[in-house]
């Protein structure tokens, strides 16, 4: 029965090892423990089974010189197998933390583990966001009517110019429905990323202590994690996105087909504010307030510089240089140029909005490009801070050198 074990580990009274190894060594052992043979007693170690002996001097403590001498032979034996084997790596300078490589394997089983967390615990939250982006949808409707959505804001240069002191009713109004169509772009817009904005950052920077303890006990990668999270946490953003702009959109009826390119700009814009939120959620270290005022901060600042409240090109040169940061500023203009350019004005028309903001219609496809741009960005700088995290560097050698000198103060 003995032998049907894999390993035997022993130990002496106070929990002192005294052996460790195969079943079928503990003789060997025995044997090179010279005080065995003169500890024996009447009856002679060939006549006697070796786990007998063992166990015999299990009851001992560490003040029998036999014990001494096993556990001295124990430990040898020990350090050398570990020494042997594949998952020890020697370092002159100190221990090698426990850092375990970038693996699909390890993406997937963490993608099933994530999608049952999902399912288990996550999924209130989720919808709770997902419910009130969908209610600060309609209220949006409510409060802005759908006919603001007509106004093209198109200027003829030979006969508007000229009627300035004697508008019609008509102008009037469609100046009104400009300036409130200005608005509700904001808000439509602007809002819904800060709310995401908010919610990922929360989610993140709740999941990152978990991730911390498992990734330090070797269980996966920063980099398997993060693509998994990555992965989850943008495939509901398209459909969440669908469902928001069939609530919002007041333009198809007078501009066919804007609700795809609308889609398409807005998950990208929501794309790239999730790895923002993973960044200000690892700047944050765990403190809420800190969070909060971190998100509350990068809405105010890229409000801004987001080509809506002031033009950007009459700003300095510093801030003109920080909009290209700014993930609102990018959205907010590809979408004025999905409802008022594109030859939506005759060619000797002039639009108003555009005009003073300096946008030109080829000017989309920057935006499309700088949101790119930036979703690459703030996704290497997350998880450049990720890694800088879970795999702190540390000096080894000088952590030995302090380990040493404390020993040495203990030994005194």
């Not at 002192?16 to 079943?23: A, D, E, N, Q």
């Not at 609700?259 to 700009?265: D, E, F, N, R, S």
Request: glycine content about 4%.
């Amino acid at each position: 029965m003995l032998y049907s074990f894999d390993q035997i580990y022993v130990l002496a009274r106070g929990g002192i090892c005294i052996y460790s190894g195969l079943p079928g060594l503990i003789e060997n052992h025995l044997d090179d423990c010279c005080l065995i043979e003169a500890d024996s007693g009447t009856t002679p170690p060939s006549q006697q089974y070796p786990i007998e002996t063992l166990i015999r001097y299990s009851s001992s403590d560490i003040s029998s010189p036999a014990v001494q001498q096993l556990t001295e032979l124990a430990n040898k034996a020990i350090l050398a197998e570990e020494l042997k084997s594949d998952f020890v790596q020697i370092a002159s300078d100190g221990l090698l933390p426990n850092r375990p490589r970038f693996s699909f394997v390890s993406a997937v089983i963490l993608a099933r583990r994530y999608f049952a967390y999902v399912i288990g615990h996550l999924w209130p939250l989720l919808l709770i966001f997902v419910v009130v982006n969908l209610i600060y949808g309609h209220q949006l409707t409510i409060f802005f009517p759908a006919h603001i959505a007509k106004a093209k804001g198109c200027v003829n240069l030979d006969d508007d110019l000229g009627s300035t002191c004697s508008r019609s009713a008509e102008q009037i109004l469609s100046e009104f429905e400009l300036i409130e169509n200005y608005k509700y772009n904001y808000f439509m817009l602007s809002a819904f990323l800060f709310l995401l904005l908010l919610q990922s950052s929360l989610i993140f920077g709740k999941e990152f202590v978990f991730f911390l303890n498992e990734h330090r006990n070797g269980w996966y990668s920063s980099g398997s994690y993060y693509l998994m999270k990555s992965i989850f946490e943008s495939l509901p953003v398209p459909f969440l996105i669908m469902a928001y702009m069939a609530i919002v959109d007041i333009y198809s009826a007078v501009l066919p087909g804007i609700y795809w390119p609308m889609v398409a700009v807005l998950t990208l814009g929501a794309l790239s504010t999730q790895g923002l939120a993973h960044v200000f959620s690892l700047l944050a270290d765990g403190s809420i307030t800190r969070l909060t005022v971190l998100t509350i901060f990068a809405f105010i600042f890229f409000s801004h510089i987001s080509n809506f409240f002031i033009p950007l090109s009459g700003l300095h040169y510093v801030y003109q240089f920080a909009g290209n940061f700014s993930i609102a500023r990018f959205v907010f203009e590809a979408a004025l140029l999905l409802q008022y350019g594109f030859k939506r004005c005759d060619e000797k028309q002039l639009q108003l909005i555009l005009y003073s903001l300096s946008i030109e219609t080829n000017h989309f496809y920057h935006c499309i490009l700088m949101l790119i741009f930036n979703f690459l960005l703030y996704r290497l700088i997350a998880i450049y801070l990720l890694i800088r995290k879970a795999n702190p560097l540390q000096n080894r050698k000088a952590r030995i050198q302090r380990i040493e000198k404390y020993q040495h103060l203990i030994t005194q």
